[in-house]
T-cell receptor
Framework: DTGVSQDPRHKITKRGQNVTFRCDPI?????LYWYRQTLGQGPEFLTY????????KSRLLSDRFSAERPKGSFSTLEIQRTEQGDSAMYLC????????????FGAGTRLSVL | DAKTTQPPSMDCAEGRAANLPCNHS???????VYWYRQIHSQGPQYIIH???NNETNEMASLIITEDRKSSTLILPHATLRDTAVYYC????????????FGQGTILTVHP
C-alpha cells in the first residue's frame, strides 16, 4: 500500500493553456474522487468514479473540466483554456468501496495560472 | 448532507487532551459523523467516524451525544504534530460518497 499518488505536485501555466493531472489510487480501491481546494477554504468536491464509471459531477466542474478513469485504475483531470480562477490545489482521494466512506487523499497538485 | 458548525480555532497545550466540538443539529438517522484533519501542505487524513455509539481508535475518540445533534473529537495527549485543521463532516444516506468540507477548526498545539 503506497498511498494515493498525484503527479505533478506543482504546475505553473499561462492563462489559456491546457493542463492535465494524474492520480494513482491505492490498488484495489474502487472509488476515486477529485476535490479542489483554494487558500483558506476546505476542499470542494468535483467528481467521483466507481471503477471506470463517473457517477457524479459537481456544478463546479464546468465544461472546461473533464475527468477520466479509463480502466478503473488511474484517473486524469484535464482543464482546458485555464483561467486565473482555476488556481488551486487539486486533491485526489480513493476509497475501498461505496459502503465505506473512508477516503485516502494524495498530497495534491498545486496549480498556478499566470 | 447535514450542515456542521465548528469553532474557527482552538488552542491546546502539548500533552493535554484536545476536545474539538461539532454541532450537526440537522443530522438524519442514516448519516454518519466523520472527522478528518489536514496538516499544512498535505491532503486530508481520516481520523475516525461513528453513527451513534462512541468510538475509539489509535488516533482519537469520538463522543456523539444521545440525540446525535453534536459530537466531540478527543485527542487524548496532543502533540505538536497534531497542529492541523480538523473537519467534522456528516454524510451518508443518498449522498454516500462525496465529503462536504466546511471551514473546520484550526487546532494549534503549544509547547
Amino acid at each position: 500500500d503506497t498511498g494515493v499518488s498525484q503527479d505533478p505536485r506543482h504546475k505553473i501555466t499561462k492563462r489559456g493553456q491546457n493542463v492535465t493531472f494524474r492520480c494513482d489510487p491505492i490498488s484495489e480501491h474502487n472509488r476515486l474522487y477529485w476535490y479542489r481546494q483554494t487558500l483558506g477554504q476546505g476542499p470542494e468536491f468535483l467528481t467521483y468514479f466507481q471503477n471506470e464509471a463517473q457517477l457524479e459531477k459537481s456544478r463546479l466542474l464546468s465544461d472546461r473540466f473533464s475527468a477520466e478513469r479509463p480502466k478503473g485504475s488511474f484517473s486524469t483531470l484535464e482543464i482546458q483554456r485555464t483561467e486565473q480562477g482555476d488556481s488551486a490545489m487539486y486533491l485526489c482521494a480513493s476509497s475501498r468501496s461505496w459502503t465505506e466512506n473512508i477516503q485516502y487523499f494524495g498530497a495534491g497538485t498545486r496549480l498556478s495560472v499566470l | 448532507d447535514a450542515k456542521t458548525t465548528q469553532p474557527p480555532s482552538m488552542d491546546c497545550a502539548e500533552g493535554r487532551a484536545a476536545n474539538l466540538p461539532c454541532n450537526h443539529s440537522t443530522i438524519s438517522g442514516n448519516e454518519y459523523v466523520y472527522w478528518y484533519r489536514q496538516i499544512h501542505s498535505q491532503g486530508p487524513q481520516y481520523i475516525i467516524h461513528g453513527l451513534k455509539n462512541n468510538e475509539t481508535n489509535e488516533m482519537a475518540s469520538l463522543i456523539i451525544t444521545e440525540d446525535r445533534k453534536s459530537s466531540t473529537l478527543i485527542l487524548p495527549h496532543a502533540t505538536l504534530r497534531d497542529t492541523a485543521v480538523y473537519y467534522c463532516i456528516v454524510c451518508g444516506g443518498t449522498s454516500y460518497g462525496k465529503l462536504t468540507f466546511g471551514q473546520g477548526t484550526i487546532l494549534t498545539v503549544h509547547p
